[in-house]
């Protein structure tokens, strides 16, 4: 599936939470560990670039650390956001909401997790690897 850069970084937390959740069958545990590889190597990369790019505008200050200068913020910020915005091909969870409720359901009646495992900010980045099947 084709995701945003900026979706993959607004997801990662959540994502990282349900890969190393134990109360998954284990069809989705290892559909959910190969997302989590896609997205770790994804970010890995954008991290790279974004490093280089703060190189390129940046200096380096005297505890080391290479900032942006204020004369290349605005070039910074227009590079980033273009970058925020590059798709990227991820692994497709091929689950939708309604099964994904449900599974989790499950594991809150048998007190695996607590009620709060997902927030509802968590379930709209979810959103976004989810299919549209019912």
């Known amino acids: 599936m084709k995701i945003k850069l900026k979706e993959l970084l607004a997801a990662k937390e959540l994502i990282t939470k349900l890969g190393t959740s134990n109360i998954f069958p284990m069809k989705l545990c290892y559909r959910l560990f190969r997302l989590v590889k896609d997205v770790n190597r994804e970010l890995e990369t954008f991290e790279e670039a974004r490093a280089n790019t703060v190189k390129k505008y940046g200096e380096e ?15 910074f910020t227009i590079e980033m956001r273009s970058l925020l915005e590059e798709e990227v091909e ?6 939708s909401l309604n099964e994904l409720e449900e599974i ?7 007190k695996e997790l607590n ?20």
Do not use: C, H, W, Y
């Open 90 to 95: 991820v692994f497709n969870l091929d689950l």
């Open 115 to 134: 009620n709060n495992f997902l927030t509802a900010i968590d379930l709209l980045n979810l959103e976004t690897f989810l299919s549209n099947k019912e």
């Open 61 to 75: 200050d005297t505890s080391g650390s290479v900032r942006v200068m204020p004369k290349n913020l605005g070039i």
């Open 104 to 110: 989790i359901k499950i594991a809150q009646d048998k």
